[in-house]
């Protein structure tokens, strides 16, 4: 059944029998990268704060608005806690997170009693734990036990902290006072435990974090003790009739701020303070007060930058990238196998009394780090037994999970501060395992710990060398780029590096001038950064064909030489078919007939020339039958010609020759509900199919509950 009044958007089952409803319009299937998350007060759920739908209307292109349900929504509240509520946060988050895919900004806006939830998640007991949040926003944040104060005399209140008192200590916190006991205060049941924690009668309740007379050392430990990463902005409403009116608003405020400041926590301090006008909920509120809540919510939500054809003001327009050769490699750059290039992770690094070794402690705090969850691995394919306690062995195995656990439990326990090679070996190894196993929002987050790579922080004092690995200054401009939501510094980060590139071939030339004898050696190394130039063209046109920038793209790759190597053709190729190109794409591999081929089969089948394009894998299937690449793109070309069920053979054939990558679970699954409304009993056979296969089969192959749409 549907309304006309009802909000377009989306409703998701988080956890368990709790939902959230994402505002997004009605024929949207895209992933907002970044979330506002609104959490409301005692009483509230889904659509009861009237101004809730006015922030959706004003979010950015990239945002959308998730109104989070709560065990203690709606009536719920009196039985529950601030514990369980960031529990329930937490799940929320991480569903988003790894589940819907948002990799960008996640941002709590707190309403009412909803701020204490919001404190309750950046200071409370076990914060180190739960997913990191970006910013977060107080909206009418105000005291439960002083808003009491107004509307039961003092000794209503002591009688009934007394029974809740007595019924804790006797062990009955759980158990729900009586109506009389709380003289009807309350439309909802309450136990004794919750009244405690908001009525706070010793000024040290759980739900007490807003209350004016509070204590300078509490206030240090929630205000004053806010992780460094997330801002803050208070919105506090100037005639907030739950407020008392012997609480200096602006004064209070003040204080709270001052905090923040001395904890040297994130505020935005020019927005916060109070907004003239307001009520508690902005319910039949002058245009001014409302706007003067939802224009301070907006200026939280950054906006996506302004595209354009490599608009690149600060580097050089001729670009350090030049007419070099392309490349765009994704999966050769985050392949986590060391690198000979790579700095030895068992050398120790020098240091001298002029210039003592740098301290990178950091980056390994346990804080930055998140926990990896199972619930999104079907329980067949969790494992069964411990995996080995050694990297090299995880990664020779694709057992990347496995490697990110590992890589970041020998960060925070077993390595030296000054231990930089090892350091950002370890770094490598982790935010490449992530990538690997479809866990990039999480790498995307933990990279930002890195900030600016390009200070002179990780630069060698005697040398001015950089400390950080190629590889590993390759894979964070990308992930930088995702983490803070901006594509355009990932452009720019290619061409920073360019610059580099550009800067250790002009040495490399200028050594071979002086010293002829060193030919060989640095003809090697010469040729490595040649190399990395032509990886970096073509990463440039890859970042602006995510930006959606396909014109500029096309104007770039228009600019880069060609490339000798067939990967890097095979890479230039594939981008040009995204730009539509399917000409430019066969120029890329002209001479090599199995690429030209594949090339021209996917061109068909972007033209939806299904059955063309079979012709041509079923050729090139005939000349390689072991390739499972031609087969399971003839399979699709089936399945898009109608020929429903020889698709549904071929790619089961493929599997009982021991295959299981994410392509072919995933189209077989997508078969399976399109053949049968028992889809999800066939799913779960797929399942149980891939993980009695030996090991060596799945390899490399880390399954999720998306692979097989489940």
Not at 92 to 98: A, K, M, S
Not at 573 to 578: E, F, P, Y
Not at 669 to 687: A, F, G, M, P, W
Request: some cysteine; aromatic content about 6%; proline content about 6%.
């Amino acid at each position: 059944m549907t309304s006309n009044n009802a909000p377009p958007g989306k409703l998701h089952n988080y956890a368990g029998k709790l939902v959230a409803f994402e505002h997004v319009a009605a024929d949207n299937d895209d992933i907002q990268s970044n979330g506002l998350f609104f959490i409301g007060g005692l009483g509230d759920g889904l659509f009861t704060v009237p101004f809730a739908a006015q922030i959706s209307h004003l979010l950015p292109l990239t945002w959308s608005l998730v109104q989070v349900n709560l065990s203690s929504s709606y009536g719920g509240w009196g039985t529950s806690s601030l514990g369980k509520d960031v529990d329930e946060l937490s799940k929320c988050v991480d569903y988003f997170r790894n589940v819907v895919g948002m990799c960008g900004k996640i941002i709590f806006m707190g309403h009412s009693t909803g701020c204490q939830d919001v404190m309750h998640y950046l200071v409370g007991p076990g914060k180190e734990s739960r997913p990191p949040i970006d910013g977060a926003i107080l909206q009418a944040s105000v005291s439960d036990r002083q808003a009491m104060e107004g509307q039961l005399s003092e000794e209503q209140r002591s009688n009934t902290n007394k029974i809740a008192a007595e019924w804790v200590a006797a062990g009955r916190g759980e158990d729900v006072l009586s109506s009389a006991a709380t003289h009807g205060f309350f439309d909802a049941p309450i136990c004794a435990r919750r009244w405690l924690s908001l009525a706070s009668p010793n000024h040290d309740g759980e739900d007490d974090y807003f209350s004016s007379d509070l204590s300078d050392e509490q206030y240090q430990k929630t205000f004053g003790s806010l992780p460094k990463r997330t801002r803050l902005c208070i919105l506090y409403s100037g005639k907030d009739e739950y407020v008392p009116e012997y609480v200096d608003k602006k004064a209070l405020v003040e204080k709270w701020i001052g905090f923040v400041k001395r904890g040297s926590g994130l505020l935005d301090e020019k927005n916060s303070g109070v907004v003239e006008g307001a009520t508690h909920d902005l319910k039949n509120n002058p245009e001014e007060a409302i706007n003067g809540v939802l224009s301070r919510v907006e200026v939280q939500l950054p906006r996506r930058s302004t595209r354009g054809p490599v608009d690149l003001s600060q580097a050089p327009v001729s670009g350090p990238l030049g007419s070099s050769s392309p490349t765009l490699s994704n999966s050769q750059t985050l392949s986590p196998t060391h690198s000979q290039r790579s700095p030895n992770p068992s050398s120790r690094p020098t240091s001298s009394p002029a210039f003592p070794a740098k301290d990178f402690s950091r980056l390994l705090r346990p804080e930055l780090y998140h926990p990896l969850p199972t619930t999104d691995i079907p329980a067949p394919l969790r494992p069964s037994s411990p995996p080995p306690q050694d990297l090299p062995t995880l990664l020779s195995t694709s057992r990347f999970r496995a490697a990110a656990v590992l890589a970041a439990n020998l960060l925070t326990t077993a390595t030296a501060p000054t231990d930089h090679p090892t350091i950002f070996a370890l770094l490598y190894v982790r935010l490449a395992s992530l990538t690997l196993c479809n866990a990039t929002a999480l790498a995307a987050q933990e990279v930002k710990a890195l900030e600016d790579l390009n200070s002179a922080l990780y630069l060698d004092p005697l040398t001015s060398a950089h400390l950080v690995p190629w590889e590993l200054r390759v894979l964070a401009v990308r992930l930088q780029g995702i983490g803070f939501n901006d594509p355009r510094r990932g452009v720019v980060g290619y061409f920073e590096l360019a610059r580099d590139a550009r800067r250790a071939l002009t040495a490399l030339r200028k050594t071979l001038a002086e010293d002829p004898e060193s030919g060989d050696a640095t003809l090697v190394e010469r040729h490595m950064w040649e190399e990395r130039l032509v990886d970096l063209g073509v990463r440039v046109a890859g970042a602006l064909v995510e930006m959606e920038d396909l014109e500029g793209a096309a104007m770039h790759l228009r600019t880069l030489g060609e490339g000798a190597d067939r990967v890097v053709g095979a890479r230039r190729a594939l981008l040009w078919l995204r730009l539509g190109d399917v000409e430019a794409a066969r120029g890329c591999v002209g001479g090599i007939e199995e690429a030209d081929g594949v090339v021209l089969a996917l061109g068909e089948m972007a033209d939806g020339k299904y059955e063309d394009a079979a012709m041509i894998w079923e050729q090139l299937a005939e000349r390689d039958g072991g390739n499972e690449m031609y087969a399971q793109n003839l399979a699709v070309c089936m399945l898009y010609s109608g020929q429903i069920d020889e698709a549904k053979d071929m790619l089961e054939d493929l599997l009982d020759k021991g295959k299981s990558f994410h392509a072919l679970t995933f189209n077989l699954s997508t078969i399976y509900e399109l053949c049968t409304d028992r889809s999800r009993q066939l799913k779960l056979q797929l399942v149980e199919k891939v993980a009695a296969m030996p090991e060596a089969d799945r390899a490399g192959w880390e399954k999720t509950n998306a692979d097989f749409k489940l």
